[in-house]
Each structure stands twice: as structure tokens, then as C-alpha cells.
């Protein structure tokens, strides 16, 4: 938020969904990491932790996807989803009620990069790395962050596993988003935690 509002993702893509007449129910995409967690805690929480993230998508359940083994029952990727996004709740929620955690658009997590887990935190509530204060706008910070769960142009992929990349703050991408449940993450999750 800048001056009491959120500043504009970038448009200049055709795929960006920021006041995109047909889009209003698409995740809105094009935007960077900062403007993702200053939306996350203008909403009451903050952008999850790449360990938060993952627990969320599996749902409580050994699927191989977030809800399902078939992805294109819970998914929209490089093989169903016509080159674009698509509006969110129209594929099947994992266990907790979350949808899109598998693919439409890869979602930014609060963690700094790591090539490993070596040295990550025991609990997956505390951040991994240097987490830029917020005030009015949150800082971008300099570290490569970490982007979860797949997009529309990508291979589904396994929460578990390989669907982690990293990439600077201040990355902006039709492929990359924050979702709602980024936005009220920690009150749901602390609820999962306990």
C-alpha cells in the first residue's frame, strides 16, 4: 500500500489481469514481491512461509497433486489451460477448501531462497532468511525469494517436490501472483498448526 492504497501491478503484458475487462475473477498476476506481501499484510496476515505453503496445499492428504493425483482435476497448466489463466474456484479445492494451489499461477512465499533445506527453521511458521520490515509499503529486499505451486504455463507439479524456483523481488510475471489465502495465511494457518 502506498498513500492508503496498493500500487498497480504491471500491465504491459497481455496476460497481466489487473483491470482486465473478463479477467475480475482471475488471480491478479504481474506482480512483484513486495506489492504481493503488502497486499498479504493489508489483508491481516502475511505472505505464508515456503513450509506454511506447502502444508496448505497438501491438504492433510498424500496426493501426489494439492486435492488429487489427476491435475487436471484440481489444476489449470501448460497441457489444459489454453495459454492463460483462468478464474479462480473452477477447478476442484484441495481438503482444506483451498483451490489453485497446483498450478493457474505460481504463488510468492515469504522465504528467501536456498538451494537445500540444510539449516532451514524446525518450525514452519518462522521465515527462512531476511524478511524486509513492512511500514506503509513492504521493502523488497535484495535475496531471491521462492514462487510455489506451478502456473498456467507450466507442468503440474508436485507440492513436495521439484515445483520451488527462485526468483529476484523485484520479478514480475504473468506467471506469478498472490492469492487470498496468501492474504489471511497466518490466522488459517496457525489455526492448521495447532
Known amino acids: ?68 493425483n489427476d491435475p487436471d482435476k484440481i489444476a489449470w497448466y501448460s497441457s489444459n489451460s489454453g495459454g492463460s489463466t483462468h478464474s479462480v474456484k473452477t477447478k476442484k479445492p484441495n481438503a482444506y477448501g483451498l483451490y489453485d494451489m497446483s498450478g493457474n499461477v505460481w504463488e510468492w512465499t515469504l522465504d528467501e531462497y536456498h538451494s537445500d533445506y540444510d ?13 524486509p520490515t513492512c511500514r506503509q509499503v513492504c521493502d523488497r529486499g535484495s535475496s531471491r525469494r521462492v514462487l510455489r505451486g506451478g502456473g498456467w ?22 506467471r506469478a501472483s498472490v492469492s487470498v489465502f496468501a492474504g489471511r495465511s497466518l490466522e488459517f494457518l496457525e489455526h492448521l498448526n495447532t
Open 153 to 174: 504455463d507450466s507442468r503440474c507439479q508436485d507440492p513436495s517436490g521439484g515445483d520451488s524456483r527462485p526468483h529476484r523481488p523485484r520479478h514480475r510475471s504473468n
Open 1 to 68: 500500500m502506498e498513500a492508503g492504497r496498493c500500487t498497480e501491478p504491471d500491465t504491459g503484458s497481455s496476460k497481466c489481469t489487473w483491470d482486465k475487462r473478463g479477467k475480475e475473477d482471475h488471480p491478479i498476476n504481474c506482480v512483484d514481491w513486495g506489492q504481493a506481501r503488502t497486499f498479504a499484510v493489508w489483508a491481516g496476515g502475511d505472505l505464508p512461509t515456503e513450509a506454511q505453503w506447502e502444508y496448505a496445499a497438501r491438504g492433510g492428504e498424500r496426493y501426489k497433486y494439492a486435492g488429487s
Open 119 to 131: 539449516g532451514a527453521p524446525n518450525k514452519a511458521e518462522e521465515p527462512w532468511g531476511l524478511i
